[in-house]
Protein backbone atom coordinates (compact mmCIF):
# COMPACT_ATOMS: atom_id res chain seq x y z
CA UNK A 1 0.00 0.00 0.00
CA UNK A 2 1.47 3.28 -0.92
CA UNK A 3 1.22 6.55 1.19
CA UNK A 4 -2.11 8.20 1.11
CA UNK A 5 -2.92 11.87 2.13
CA UNK A 6 -6.40 11.96 3.85
CA UNK A 7 -9.57 11.32 1.82
CA UNK A 8 -10.29 15.38 2.09
CA UNK A 9 -6.47 15.75 0.77
CA UNK A 10 -7.21 13.70 -2.30
CA UNK A 11 -10.55 14.61 -2.91
CA UNK A 12 -9.10 18.31 -3.27
CA UNK A 13 -6.77 16.82 -5.87
CA UNK A 14 -9.59 15.59 -7.65
CA UNK A 15 -11.00 19.18 -7.90
CA UNK A 16 -7.91 20.92 -8.72
CA UNK A 17 -8.05 18.51 -11.30
CA UNK A 18 -11.55 19.14 -12.51
CA UNK A 19 -10.94 23.29 -12.60
CA UNK A 20 -7.48 22.40 -14.31
CA UNK A 21 -9.26 21.81 -17.39
CA UNK A 22 -11.68 24.99 -17.22
CA UNK A 23 -8.10 26.84 -17.29
CA UNK A 24 -8.41 27.13 -21.69
CA UNK A 25 -11.75 27.96 -21.96
CA UNK A 26 -11.78 30.76 -19.17
CA UNK A 27 -10.39 34.65 -20.06
CA UNK A 28 -7.24 35.35 -18.83
CA UNK A 29 -7.96 36.63 -16.09
CA UNK A 30 -9.80 34.32 -14.65
CA UNK A 31 -7.75 31.28 -15.69
CA UNK A 32 -4.71 33.16 -13.93
CA UNK A 33 -7.41 33.34 -10.65
CA UNK A 34 -8.31 29.24 -11.37
CA UNK A 35 -4.30 28.43 -10.78
CA UNK A 36 -4.05 30.81 -7.84
CA UNK A 37 -7.46 29.26 -6.29
CA UNK A 38 -6.18 26.19 -6.57
CA UNK A 39 -3.11 26.42 -4.47
CA UNK A 40 -5.01 28.71 -1.78
CA UNK A 41 -7.30 25.78 -1.63
CA UNK A 42 -4.47 23.67 -1.27
CA UNK A 43 -2.33 25.33 1.46
CA UNK A 44 -5.66 25.28 3.86
CA UNK A 45 -6.50 21.72 2.90
CA UNK A 46 -2.95 21.01 4.32
CA UNK A 47 -3.07 23.40 7.57
CA UNK A 48 -6.77 21.83 8.55
CA UNK A 49 -5.21 17.99 8.39
CA UNK A 50 -1.97 18.23 9.96
CA UNK A 51 -3.16 20.43 12.60
CA UNK A 52 -5.19 17.62 13.65
CA UNK A 53 -2.15 15.38 15.45
CA UNK A 54 -0.96 18.78 17.50
CA UNK A 55 -3.79 20.00 18.33
CA UNK A 56 -7.56 19.86 19.31
CA UNK A 57 -8.12 23.69 19.07
CA UNK A 58 -11.59 23.09 17.69
CA UNK A 59 -11.87 27.36 17.21
CA UNK A 60 -8.93 27.02 14.84
CA UNK A 61 -10.40 23.64 12.97
CA UNK A 62 -13.84 26.15 12.37
CA UNK A 63 -11.87 28.69 11.18
CA UNK A 64 -9.92 27.18 8.70
CA UNK A 65 -13.16 25.00 7.30
CA UNK A 66 -14.74 28.76 6.80
CA UNK A 67 -12.08 30.05 4.81
CA UNK A 68 -12.63 27.15 2.46
CA UNK A 69 -16.42 27.23 2.28
CA UNK A 70 -16.07 31.28 1.49
CA UNK A 71 -13.29 30.58 -1.53
CA UNK A 72 -15.87 27.64 -2.49
CA UNK A 73 -19.13 30.21 -2.31
CA UNK A 74 -17.09 32.79 -4.26
CA UNK A 75 -15.76 29.98 -7.00
CA UNK A 76 -19.78 29.16 -7.22
CA UNK A 77 -20.46 32.92 -8.04
CA UNK A 78 -17.69 33.18 -10.32
CA UNK A 79 -17.87 30.54 -12.93
CA UNK A 80 -21.29 30.81 -14.47
CA UNK A 81 -20.11 34.68 -15.28
CA UNK A 82 -16.94 33.36 -16.90
CA UNK A 83 -17.69 30.33 -18.06
CA UNK A 84 -20.35 29.90 -20.73
CA UNK A 85 -20.68 25.90 -21.63
CA UNK A 86 -23.37 25.30 -18.74
CA UNK A 87 -22.09 21.80 -18.82
CA UNK A 88 -18.64 22.41 -17.91
CA UNK A 89 -20.36 24.81 -15.01
CA UNK A 90 -22.51 21.89 -13.29
CA UNK A 91 -19.94 19.42 -13.49
CA UNK A 92 -17.38 22.00 -11.78
CA UNK A 93 -20.12 22.28 -9.43
CA UNK A 94 -20.93 18.97 -8.74
CA UNK A 95 -17.02 18.56 -7.85
CA UNK A 96 -17.19 21.42 -5.56
CA UNK A 97 -20.23 19.85 -3.50
CA UNK A 98 -18.21 16.72 -3.38
CA UNK A 99 -15.21 18.54 -1.74
CA UNK A 100 -17.57 20.42 0.28
CA UNK A 101 -19.38 17.34 1.65
CA UNK A 102 -15.98 15.49 2.28
CA UNK A 103 -14.70 19.44 4.77
CA UNK A 104 -18.18 17.76 6.49
CA UNK A 105 -17.08 14.43 7.50
CA UNK A 106 -13.49 15.53 7.89
CA UNK A 107 -15.03 17.81 10.98
CA UNK A 108 -17.28 15.85 12.00
CA UNK A 109 -17.73 12.15 11.37
CA UNK A 110 -13.88 11.36 11.31
CA UNK A 111 -13.32 7.90 14.20
CA UNK A 112 -10.76 7.93 16.68
CA UNK A 113 -8.71 5.42 17.74
CA UNK A 114 -7.16 4.90 21.10
CA UNK A 115 -4.44 3.49 21.25
CA UNK A 116 -3.41 2.22 25.50
CA UNK A 117 0.31 1.51 26.29
CA UNK A 118 2.62 1.52 29.31
CA UNK A 119 6.11 2.24 29.84
CA UNK A 120 6.83 -0.47 31.43
CA UNK A 121 10.09 -1.44 29.46
CA UNK A 122 10.64 0.16 25.64
CA UNK A 123 8.36 -2.48 23.89
CA UNK A 124 4.89 -1.74 24.86
CA UNK A 125 5.40 2.23 23.71
CA UNK A 126 7.60 1.43 20.97
CA UNK A 127 4.18 -0.61 19.60
CA UNK A 128 1.93 1.90 20.02
CA UNK A 129 3.82 4.69 18.48
CA UNK A 130 4.71 2.41 14.95
CA UNK A 131 0.65 1.83 14.92
CA UNK A 132 -0.12 5.67 14.79
CA UNK A 133 2.78 6.68 12.74
CA UNK A 134 1.26 3.90 10.67
CA UNK A 135 -2.12 4.87 10.59
CA UNK A 136 -1.23 8.39 9.20
CA UNK A 137 1.25 7.29 6.59
CA UNK A 138 -1.12 4.77 5.32
CA UNK A 139 -4.67 7.12 5.93
CA UNK A 140 -3.42 10.45 6.33
CA UNK A 141 -5.54 12.38 8.33
CA UNK A 142 -8.82 10.36 7.81
CA UNK A 143 -8.94 9.61 11.28
CA UNK A 144 -8.08 10.40 15.10
CA UNK A 145 -5.15 8.95 16.20
CA UNK A 146 -3.87 9.36 19.53
CA UNK A 147 -1.66 7.20 21.72
CA UNK A 148 -1.86 6.83 25.23
CA UNK A 149 0.63 6.18 28.73
CA UNK A 150 -2.68 4.86 30.46
CA UNK A 151 -1.25 4.42 34.20
CA UNK A 152 0.70 7.48 34.14
CA UNK A 153 -2.96 9.52 32.82
CA UNK A 154 -4.50 7.38 35.05
CA UNK A 155 -2.46 6.91 38.75
CA UNK A 156 0.30 9.02 39.07
CA UNK A 157 1.38 7.28 42.58
CA UNK A 158 0.64 3.25 40.61
CA UNK A 159 3.00 4.62 37.79
CA UNK A 160 5.75 6.06 39.58
CA UNK A 161 5.85 2.80 42.03
CA UNK A 162 5.53 0.01 39.12
CA UNK A 163 8.11 1.75 37.25
CA UNK A 164 10.54 2.23 39.92
CA UNK A 165 9.52 -1.41 40.81
CA UNK A 166 10.17 -2.62 37.11
CA UNK A 167 13.08 -0.94 36.73
CA UNK A 168 14.93 -1.85 39.83
CA UNK A 169 14.07 -5.39 39.91
CA UNK A 170 14.63 -5.86 35.94
CA UNK A 171 17.86 -4.73 36.31
CA UNK A 172 19.46 -5.20 39.42
CA UNK A 173 17.59 -7.95 40.91
CA UNK A 174 16.24 -10.03 38.30
CA UNK A 175 15.86 -13.00 40.24
CA UNK A 176 13.51 -11.00 42.38
CA UNK A 177 11.19 -9.50 38.96
CA UNK A 178 11.48 -13.63 38.32
CA UNK A 179 9.68 -14.46 41.59
CA UNK A 180 7.18 -11.55 40.59
CA UNK A 181 7.02 -12.66 37.01
CA UNK A 182 6.50 -16.47 37.48
CA UNK A 183 4.19 -15.80 40.50
CA UNK A 184 1.89 -13.72 38.86
CA UNK A 185 1.90 -15.55 35.41
CA UNK A 186 -1.78 -17.43 36.61
CA UNK A 187 -5.24 -16.49 36.83
CA UNK A 188 -5.53 -15.96 40.41
CA UNK A 189 -2.86 -13.44 41.19
CA UNK A 190 -3.56 -11.79 38.45
CA UNK A 191 -7.62 -11.31 39.42
CA UNK A 192 -5.76 -10.00 43.20
CA UNK A 193 -4.17 -7.72 40.82
CA UNK A 194 -7.08 -6.52 38.95
CA UNK A 195 -9.20 -5.92 42.21
CA UNK A 196 -6.88 -4.31 44.23
CA UNK A 197 -5.72 -1.61 42.04
CA UNK A 198 -9.68 -1.70 40.03
CA UNK A 199 -10.90 1.26 42.93
CA UNK A 200 -8.39 3.53 41.86
CA UNK A 201 -8.48 3.34 38.59
CA UNK A 202 -11.64 2.50 37.28
CA UNK A 203 -13.16 6.04 37.72
CA UNK A 204 -10.34 7.61 35.95
CA UNK A 205 -10.29 4.88 33.20
CA UNK A 206 -14.27 5.72 33.13
CA UNK A 207 -13.63 9.37 32.52
CA UNK A 208 -11.05 8.85 29.97
CA UNK A 209 -12.71 6.47 27.94
CA UNK A 210 -15.98 8.68 27.88
CA UNK A 211 -14.14 12.19 27.44
CA UNK A 212 -11.93 10.56 24.08
CA UNK A 213 -15.15 8.23 22.93
CA UNK A 214 -13.01 6.27 20.62
CA UNK A 215 -14.51 3.65 17.91
CA UNK A 216 -11.51 1.55 18.28
CA UNK A 217 -9.18 0.64 21.29
CA UNK A 218 -5.83 -0.85 20.69
CA UNK A 219 -3.96 -2.34 23.70
CA UNK A 220 0.00 -2.55 24.08
CA UNK A 221 0.08 -3.31 27.65
CA UNK A 222 -2.10 -6.25 28.92
CA UNK A 223 -3.31 -5.84 32.51
CA UNK A 224 -5.94 -3.67 32.40
CA UNK A 225 -7.64 -5.40 29.50
CA UNK A 226 -9.94 -6.94 31.45
CA UNK A 227 -11.15 -3.57 33.28
CA UNK A 228 -11.57 -1.26 29.88
CA UNK A 229 -13.91 -4.28 28.35
CA UNK A 230 -15.71 -4.45 31.12
CA UNK A 231 -16.84 -0.52 30.87
CA UNK A 232 -17.48 -1.32 26.84
CA UNK A 233 -19.55 -4.45 28.01
CA UNK A 234 -22.78 -3.24 26.79
CA UNK A 235 -24.59 -5.52 24.17
CA UNK A 236 -25.08 -2.91 21.59
CA UNK A 237 -21.60 -1.64 21.34
CA UNK A 238 -20.16 -2.79 18.02
CA UNK A 239 -16.92 -1.43 19.18
CA UNK A 240 -13.81 -3.52 19.32
CA UNK A 241 -10.77 -3.95 21.48
CA UNK A 242 -7.76 -5.05 19.80
CA UNK A 243 -4.58 -6.47 22.08
CA UNK A 244 -1.15 -6.23 20.22
CA UNK A 245 1.23 -9.15 22.10
CA UNK A 246 4.44 -7.68 22.15
CA UNK A 247 6.76 -10.21 22.99
CA UNK A 248 6.65 -14.15 21.59
CA UNK A 249 6.66 -17.49 22.38
CA UNK A 250 6.27 -17.67 26.11
CA UNK A 251 3.00 -15.16 26.56
CA UNK A 252 2.44 -13.82 30.30
CA UNK A 253 -1.24 -15.02 31.63
CA UNK A 254 -2.49 -11.47 31.88
CA UNK A 255 -2.09 -11.19 27.83
CA UNK A 256 -4.16 -13.94 27.64
CA UNK A 257 -6.84 -13.43 30.23
CA UNK A 258 -8.66 -9.88 28.89
CA UNK A 259 -11.89 -10.25 27.45
CA UNK A 260 -10.57 -8.87 24.10
CA UNK A 261 -11.78 -9.13 20.05
CA UNK A 262 -8.71 -9.46 18.37
CA UNK A 263 -4.91 -10.31 19.30
CA UNK A 264 -2.52 -9.53 17.35
CA UNK A 265 1.40 -11.51 17.53
CA UNK A 266 4.27 -11.18 16.06
CA UNK A 267 4.41 -14.82 14.27
CA UNK A 268 3.16 -18.61 13.79
CA UNK A 269 5.38 -19.33 17.25
CA UNK A 270 3.51 -17.36 19.48
CA UNK A 271 -0.23 -17.95 17.77
CA UNK A 272 0.64 -21.45 18.75
CA UNK A 273 1.04 -20.51 22.29
CA UNK A 274 -2.35 -18.78 22.53
CA UNK A 275 -4.05 -21.33 20.32
CA UNK A 276 -2.71 -24.02 23.27
CA UNK A 277 -3.92 -21.50 25.95
CA UNK A 278 -7.74 -22.31 24.39
CA UNK A 279 -7.69 -19.09 22.32
CA UNK A 280 -10.15 -19.00 19.53
CA UNK A 281 -8.48 -19.20 16.43
CA UNK A 282 -10.80 -16.25 14.94
CA UNK A 283 -9.66 -14.21 17.39
CA UNK A 284 -5.78 -14.44 16.97
CA UNK A 285 -4.30 -12.55 14.00
CA UNK A 286 -0.83 -13.31 12.97
CA UNK A 287 0.05 -9.41 10.98
CA UNK A 288 3.64 -8.81 12.85
CA UNK A 289 5.03 -6.80 15.31
CA UNK A 290 4.17 -3.22 14.59
CA UNK A 291 7.66 -1.12 13.17
CA UNK A 292 7.96 2.25 12.88
CA UNK A 293 7.75 3.39 8.98
CA UNK A 294 11.57 4.19 8.60
CA UNK A 295 12.12 0.61 8.54
CA UNK A 296 10.07 0.48 5.10
CA UNK A 297 12.66 2.93 3.95
CA UNK A 298 15.18 2.43 1.15
CA UNK A 299 18.69 2.70 2.48
CA UNK A 300 21.76 3.76 0.64
CA UNK A 301 24.78 2.36 2.85
CA UNK A 302 27.35 4.12 1.37
CA UNK A 303 25.11 7.15 2.39
CA UNK A 304 24.82 5.65 5.66
CA UNK A 305 28.74 4.74 6.20
CA UNK A 306 29.57 8.46 5.50
CA UNK A 307 27.51 9.81 7.53
CA UNK A 308 28.51 7.42 10.62
CA UNK A 309 32.23 7.31 9.86
CA UNK A 310 31.92 3.55 9.00
CA UNK A 311 34.23 2.02 6.08
CA UNK A 312 32.26 0.09 4.26
CA UNK A 313 34.55 -2.20 3.40
CA UNK A 314 34.37 -3.42 6.87
CA UNK A 315 32.31 -5.91 8.54
CA UNK A 316 30.01 -3.58 10.83
CA UNK A 317 28.81 -4.80 14.60
CA UNK A 318 25.99 -2.81 15.57
CA UNK A 319 25.66 -2.60 19.99
CA UNK A 320 22.88 -1.37 21.13
CA UNK A 321 23.13 -0.82 25.16
CA UNK A 322 20.37 1.80 25.17
CA UNK A 323 18.50 3.96 27.79
CA UNK A 324 19.04 1.09 30.25
CA UNK A 325 22.58 -0.12 29.96
CA UNK A 326 25.04 -0.40 32.44
CA UNK A 327 28.47 -0.59 33.45
CA UNK A 328 28.23 -4.54 33.03
CA UNK A 329 27.47 -3.92 28.84
CA UNK A 330 30.91 -2.34 28.60
CA UNK A 331 32.77 -5.08 29.44
CA UNK A 332 32.14 -7.28 26.02
CA UNK A 333 32.90 -3.69 24.00
CA UNK A 334 36.40 -3.63 25.74
CA UNK A 335 37.10 -7.45 25.27
CA UNK A 336 36.01 -7.03 21.30
CA UNK A 337 38.06 -4.18 20.69
CA UNK A 338 41.12 -6.35 22.15
CA UNK A 339 40.71 -9.07 20.41
CA UNK A 340 38.67 -8.43 16.85
CA UNK A 341 40.71 -7.92 13.63
CA UNK A 342 40.87 -3.98 13.29
CA UNK A 343 41.55 -4.61 9.61
CA UNK A 344 38.12 -6.34 8.97
CA UNK A 345 35.65 -5.55 12.15
CA UNK A 346 34.46 -2.39 13.09
CA UNK A 347 32.06 -1.41 16.15
CA UNK A 348 29.09 1.31 16.02
CA UNK A 349 28.00 1.44 19.93
CA UNK A 350 24.60 2.93 20.55
CA UNK A 351 24.13 4.11 23.96
CA UNK A 352 20.53 5.67 23.57
CA UNK A 353 20.02 8.27 25.91
CA UNK A 354 22.57 7.23 28.45
CA UNK A 355 25.12 9.82 27.98
CA UNK A 356 27.20 9.08 31.49
CA UNK A 357 28.06 5.32 30.53
CA UNK A 358 28.85 6.78 27.20
CA UNK A 359 30.88 9.37 28.64
CA UNK A 360 32.33 6.95 30.82
CA UNK A 361 33.26 4.14 27.86
CA UNK A 362 34.90 6.76 26.07
CA UNK A 363 37.05 8.23 28.29
CA UNK A 364 38.57 4.65 29.24
CA UNK A 365 38.42 3.45 25.80
CA UNK A 366 42.04 2.63 24.44
CA UNK A 367 40.86 2.07 20.61
CA UNK A 368 42.36 -0.84 19.06
CA UNK A 369 39.08 -1.34 16.75
CA UNK A 370 37.26 1.18 15.29
CA UNK A 371 34.42 1.56 17.78
CA UNK A 372 31.59 4.84 17.07
CA UNK A 373 30.03 5.77 20.22
CA UNK A 374 26.67 7.04 19.20
CA UNK A 375 23.94 8.77 21.60
CA UNK A 376 19.92 7.97 20.94
CA UNK A 377 19.77 8.43 17.01
CA UNK A 378 16.20 7.81 14.70
CA UNK A 379 18.97 6.06 12.44
CA UNK A 380 18.58 2.38 14.25
CA UNK A 381 16.88 1.80 10.85
CA UNK A 382 19.54 2.77 8.79
CA UNK A 383 22.19 1.04 10.91
CA UNK A 384 20.79 -2.21 11.66
CA UNK A 385 19.92 -2.06 7.11
CA UNK A 386 23.81 -1.92 6.66
CA UNK A 387 25.17 -3.79 10.19
CA UNK A 388 26.32 -7.70 9.89
CA UNK A 389 25.23 -8.50 13.27
CA UNK A 390 23.58 -7.13 16.35
CA UNK A 391 24.49 -7.31 20.20
CA UNK A 392 21.72 -6.48 22.60
CA UNK A 393 18.96 -7.79 25.03
CA UNK A 394 15.96 -9.61 23.73
CA UNK A 395 13.17 -7.03 23.82
CA UNK A 396 10.43 -7.52 22.07
CA UNK A 397 10.44 -4.42 19.53
CA UNK A 398 14.54 -4.82 18.85
CA UNK A 399 13.44 -8.55 18.11
CA UNK A 400 11.04 -8.36 15.66
CA UNK A 401 12.90 -5.47 14.31
CA UNK A 402 15.83 -7.49 13.57
CA UNK A 403 14.39 -9.96 12.04
CA UNK A 404 12.48 -7.94 9.77
CA UNK A 405 15.79 -6.68 9.12
CA UNK A 406 17.29 -10.12 8.87
CA UNK A 407 20.25 -9.17 11.18
CA UNK A 408 21.59 -12.05 13.47
CA UNK A 409 21.57 -11.35 16.92
CA UNK A 410 24.39 -11.69 19.65
CA UNK A 411 22.24 -11.70 23.21
CA UNK A 412 24.18 -10.56 26.62
CA UNK A 413 21.20 -10.31 28.86
CA UNK A 414 17.76 -10.61 29.67
CA UNK A 415 15.14 -10.25 31.54
CA UNK A 416 13.73 -13.44 33.03
CA UNK A 417 10.33 -14.42 31.86
CA UNK A 418 9.08 -11.87 29.71
CA UNK A 419 11.99 -11.82 27.14
CA UNK A 420 12.76 -15.59 27.85
CA UNK A 421 9.82 -16.16 24.57
CA UNK A 422 11.88 -13.96 22.48
CA UNK A 423 15.29 -15.80 22.94
CA UNK A 424 13.28 -19.09 22.25
CA UNK A 425 12.52 -17.42 18.81
CA UNK A 426 15.85 -16.68 17.97
CA UNK A 427 17.13 -20.38 19.08
CA UNK A 428 14.31 -21.99 17.63
CA UNK A 429 14.93 -20.56 14.24
CA UNK A 430 18.71 -20.35 14.33
CA UNK A 431 18.63 -16.47 14.17
CA UNK A 432 20.90 -15.53 17.39
CA UNK A 433 21.83 -16.84 20.37
CA UNK A 434 23.06 -16.33 24.27
CA UNK A 435 26.39 -15.19 25.03
CA UNK A 436 26.92 -13.89 28.87
CA UNK A 437 30.47 -13.98 28.64
CA UNK A 438 32.95 -11.85 26.98
CA UNK A 439 34.49 -14.74 25.71
CA UNK A 440 31.54 -16.20 24.24
CA UNK A 441 30.58 -13.24 23.25
CA UNK A 442 33.71 -12.82 20.74
CA UNK A 443 32.85 -16.70 20.03
CA UNK A 444 29.26 -15.57 18.89
CA UNK A 445 30.75 -12.62 16.96
CA UNK A 446 33.10 -14.87 15.07
CA UNK A 447 30.70 -17.65 14.11
CA UNK A 448 28.17 -15.29 12.79
CA UNK A 449 29.58 -12.16 11.72
CA UNK A 450 29.50 -13.59 7.86
CA UNK A 451 25.82 -15.36 8.33
CA UNK A 452 24.04 -12.54 7.22
CA UNK A 453 24.34 -13.11 3.73
CA UNK A 454 24.41 -16.28 3.89
CA UNK A 455 20.96 -18.00 2.03
CA UNK A 456 20.19 -20.25 4.70
CA UNK A 457 20.03 -17.53 7.01
CA UNK A 458 17.34 -15.52 5.18
CA UNK A 459 15.59 -18.61 4.37
CA UNK A 460 15.16 -18.83 8.45
CA UNK A 461 14.08 -15.16 8.72
CA UNK A 462 11.69 -15.68 6.11
CA UNK A 463 9.96 -18.02 8.21
CA UNK A 464 10.37 -15.79 11.33
CA UNK A 465 8.76 -13.09 10.14
CA UNK A 466 5.89 -11.18 9.00
CA UNK A 467 7.13 -8.94 6.01
CA UNK A 468 4.98 -5.36 5.65
CA UNK A 469 3.97 -5.76 9.45
CA UNK A 470 2.70 -2.30 9.90
CA UNK A 471 0.74 -2.37 6.73
CA UNK A 472 -1.24 -5.62 7.37
CA UNK A 473 -1.86 -4.28 11.07
CA UNK A 474 -2.93 -0.94 9.88
CA UNK A 475 -5.13 -2.42 7.36
CA UNK A 476 -6.68 -4.86 9.75
CA UNK A 477 -7.63 -1.50 12.22
CA UNK A 478 -8.90 0.37 9.70
CA UNK A 479 -11.23 -2.24 8.48
CA UNK A 480 -12.45 -2.50 12.23
CA UNK A 481 -13.01 0.95 12.18
CA UNK A 482 -14.94 1.14 9.07
CA UNK A 483 -17.13 -2.10 9.78
CA UNK A 484 -16.71 -3.15 12.83
CA UNK A 485 -20.27 -5.26 13.47
CA UNK A 486 -18.90 -7.46 9.85
CA UNK A 487 -15.60 -8.51 12.01
Known amino acids: MAYQQSTLFRSWQELTEHLSTLVPHSPPAFAQHLLDEQIELGKTVFDLTNDVYSLEDRETKKELSHILRRRLTILRQLLPQYISSDAFVSSALTQINLFEGQIDH ?3 KRKRMLIFYFSMGNGHRVAAEAIAEGMRHYFGSDYIVET ?17 FYDASSKSLPDMWRLWFEATDN ?48 PDNAKKIVTVITDSIRVHKAWLMTDT ?8 DTADTLRKSGIDEKRIQILGFPLRMGFYQPVDPAAVARRFHLDPAKKTILYSIGTGGNKDDLQPLYYLNEHLDPDRVQIAAVFGNNRKLKESFEKKLHPRVSIKTLGWTDQMPALMSVADLI ?27 QEEGNLALLERHNLGRLA ?23 QRFQKAKVS ?8 FLHDLMDNPSAN
Not at 148 to 164: G, I, P, R, V
Not at 436 to 458: C, F, G, N, Q, S
Request: glycine share 2%.
Open 106 to 108: FLQ
Open 391 to 417: ITKPGGAIVMESVDKELPMVITRLIPG
Open 187 to 234: PGSIKIIKYLTYPVIMSKLEEMIQEKNPDLLVSTFPLFNYTIKHIWSN
Open 148 to 164: LDFLETASTFFNSTSKA
Open 261 to 268: DYFIVSNP
Open 436 to 458: ITPREILKAVLDMIDARHDKAYK
Open 468 to 475: HSTEKICS
